[in-house]
């Protein structure tokens, strides 16, 4: 043993662990204890130590502490937390670091249930009397982003102030990139002002959040200011700047200017990078300027600018999209006859272009080729031939890649079963779903709270929710914690079977086992409802949600406006709309074609022009109204029994009537045809739709 080594001891034997710690504790080598706690960690699968050091009557704060640090390095923060919860319990206080890094572990960490724990440990740290730091709080901020609570995270802001800690630009930051990554821009700029109001000058990392969320949202003049506004503040913009704006430009097919830009980036001495050519590139190959993304290869190669990993990879997916595989294939040796060496990426892209382009049998020999190359057999590989070949329905070919794929050196994971699972379910094969869920069980491959949400969605999808409500049982007792999915899953299997009743008995039992209601789950019971007809009982569901704060979205108003309408209603859905207008939440052309199909189908055929005119005056009225698909059939109710010669005359007459711009003459005539009951092709209805909002434009343009 070196002399800068811990001492080692037997993995398995625990005793001798806990009875070693303290001597080093006692010499304050507590990176030493650290490293032999790690150690053991890594191979105790059983959680003995976890659970040792959980019974230990009188553990010092040490043990406690140190142990906290080497579960969140372990990757493993549920247990630090549980350990966080002993030292609570015991009044003893760990130290702010220890604490810090316990908060960033569990919101970092991938579960639904990881932010909630963290606020909780941030409550009982205080309660313990740790005084946090500037740090602390830019961790549970950063934990509301992630939760999309903006309020909170800036109310939060406010509370700093009780501890003597002042917001620093890592907390505004943090805050405004999540808003804009949500395109909440407007509460972005107001933060800004907050930020700017407490005497904080906006930093680089500011400006370049505030571009990127422009160029989100295809704001490119906004974004263009912020970068003049960062030069009059003495901030010039870096080449990360630029290439955000070049991708916007490239999003919105501005090619040209996106070239502009990146000459302007040349004359103030700053170089495009592999990042600006590799924008450019997609962009020209996104936007068929094929010829220019050629002319910036050849340009990378004459200014020096090495091509990387993706640099490779948008030509193969370009070459894949085109179906022109072997030009994916040549790239790939080129890539390798100049010494780079294509990664997981370019074969898993070249291997989904073979899948697309059905020809299974070179994607199997790409799968071959990355195992000669000794490549990470990763399972990204062949989920994505698993996906490609359960979305073509050949559920076989599927079955016998997963079989054979761990002789060809692939990590099967519970994801590849679950792809293969949600296959057969949407081929109706419910015995072969539930055969391979047992298969992959007997192989030891523990499934997780999303494997399980994919066979409990299948039997709900079937019409078996009570046997989804067996898989839950199992999942409950294997330890593992069901997300909103799945409770809204079966929530949605109960109201699609007809059975509100049972739904609403799940719902109320799972609330009392801490399961939060969602806005998914209110539309789920609200569409259940109105599907049995119990449009009063939707109503009062709805106003108690709203009363007790709880979010909703445009899918809520939808649901109860659409059965409203479909009652004759309409008083009561234009009450829900105006409602709907003041919270921002639409509408959008599933509400319009509600209301519009209500107001025709009663006859009210003036109402519903002066309702579409209304609306296009408040600029409110979607583009989509005019695209439908034209088998839709949320418009009119046609069937093909109702598709007679009147039919046709009349649909005939008002499409010539709106090819001469006679919209008027057009819309009476089609009210005319809704008085006899006769029902016109929904083509002519879109067309007619189509020339009431031309005339209204029209109109609008002469009165400007």
């Known amino acids: 043993m070196g002399p800068n080594q811990p001492p080692t001891f037997p993995h398995n034997s625990l005793p001798s662990l806990l009875s070693l710690l303290p001597s080093l504790f006692s010499h304050r080598k507590f990176s030493d204890a650290k490293s032999l706690l790690l150690g053991f960690i890594a191979t105790d699968r059983r959680h003995d130590l976890h659970l040792s050091i959980l019974r230990l009557t009188s553990p010092s704060k040490a043990l406690l502490d140190t142990a906290i640090g080497a579960y969140v390095q372990s990757g493993q923060p549920h247990h630090a937390f549980q350990i966080f919860k002993k030292m609570k319990r015991l009044r003893l206080r760990p130290n702010l670091l220890t604490c810090n890094t316990l908060l960033n572990s569990l919101v970092r960490y991938p579960s639904s249930h990881s932010v909630s724990f963290s606020r909780e440990a941030f409550n009982d740290a205080i309660k313990l009397g740790i005084v946090p730091n500037v740090n602390t709080f830019n961790i549970v901020i950063y934990g509301y982003c992630l939760e999309n609570k903006f309020k ?40 800004l002002m907050d ?45 990360w700047t630029y290439n955000m704006l070049i991708n916007g430009l490239c999003n919105e097919g501005r090619i040209e200017e996106a070239f502009k830009l990146r000459d302007e980036m040349e004359n103030l001495k700053l170089l495009p990078d592999v990042v600006s050519y590799n924008t450019l590139i997609n962009g020209c190959l996104e936007w068929s300027k094929i010829s220019e993304a050629f002319k910036l290869l050849e340009e990378m190669s004459e200014k020096g600018v090495k091509p990387n990993a993706v640099t490779h990879n948008i030509m193969v997916k370009w070459y894949c999209k085109e179906g022109k595989m072997d030009d994916a294939s040549n790239t790939i040796t080129k890539m390798e006859e100049s010494g780079f060496s294509p990664d997981c990426v370019t074969y898993n892209t070249l291997i ?74 949407k081929d109706g094969n419910v015995d072969r779903a539930l055969k391979l869920w047992d298969e992959m069980k007997e192989k030891e491959i523990i499934p997780s709270t999303v494997t399980y949400n994919c066979i409990i969605g299948g039997l709900c999808q079937c019409g078996k929710t009570e046997q989804a409500i067996s898989k839950l049982n199992e999942l409950l007792e294997s330890g593992l914690l069901p997300d909103e999915t799945t409770y809204n899953t079966i929530l949605h299997g109960y109201c699609r079977e007809g059975d509100v009743e049972k739904a609403f008995q799940f719902h109320n039992k799972m609330v009392e086992n801490s399961f939060k209601p969602d806005v998914f789950t209110c539309n789920i019971l609200l569409r259940g409802l109105c599907m049995e007809g119990m449009l009063e009982k939707a109503l009062k569901l709805f106003n108690t949600w709203v009363s007790k704060g709880k979010a909703i979205d445009t899918v809520t108003y939808n649901t109860l406006i659409t059965s409203l ?28 074609n509600a209301i519009i199909t209500a107001l025709t189908d009663s006859g009210r055929i003036r109402e519903a022009e002066e309702f579409m005119s209304k609306m296009l005056e408040k600029g409110n009225l979607p583009d989509q109204v005019l695209q439908l698909d034209k088998n839709e059939t949320v418009v009119t109710s046609e069937t093909s029994e109702e598709s007679d010669s009147s039919s046709v005359a009349y649909s005939e007459w008002i499409k010539e009537l709106c090819t001469e711009g006679k919209y008027k003459d057009a819309m009476r005539i089609f009210g005319e045809s809704k008085q006899k009951g006769i029902t016109v092709d929904k083509s002519t209805y879109i067309n007619l739709m189509d020339g009431l909002i031309k005339r209204r434009k029209s109109i609008s343009k002469e009165a400007r």
């Open 195 to 239: 930020m700017k109001s407490r005497g904080l000058l906006p930093n680089r990392n500011t400006y370049n959040i505030l571009v990127y969320g422009y160029c989100k949202m295809g704001w490119l003049k906004e974004a263009a200011n912020v970068i003049e506004l960062m030069t009059q503040n003495n901030l010039l913009p870096d080449v």
């Open 152 to 191: 909170d995270a800036v109310e939060f802001l406010n509370v700093m102030g009780k501890y003597n800690c002042s917001p620093d630009n890592v907390t505004y930051n943090t805050i405004l990139d999540a808003l804009c990554k949500k395109g909440r821009l407007g509460d972005a700029r107001d933060l």
């Open 352 to 425: 989904n272009g073979y899948c697309k382009a059905g020809n299974m049998g070179e994607a199997f020999r790409t799968m071959d080729e990355m195992g000669r190359k000794n490549m990470k057999m990763d399972s990204v590989t062949l989920n994505t031939i698993l996906r490609t070949l359960c979305r073509e329905k050949k559920l076989e070919e599927a079955y016998k890649l997963l079989s054979s794929a761990r002789k060809r050196g692939y990590f099967i994971d519970e994801v590849s079963y679950g792809t293969l699972i949600v296959g057969y379910f």
């Open 565 to 592: 309408c479909k009652e004759g209603r309409l008083d009561d859905a234009f009450n829900l709309l105006s409602e709907m207008e003041e919270k921002e939440l639409g509408p959008d052309h599933y509400t319009y």
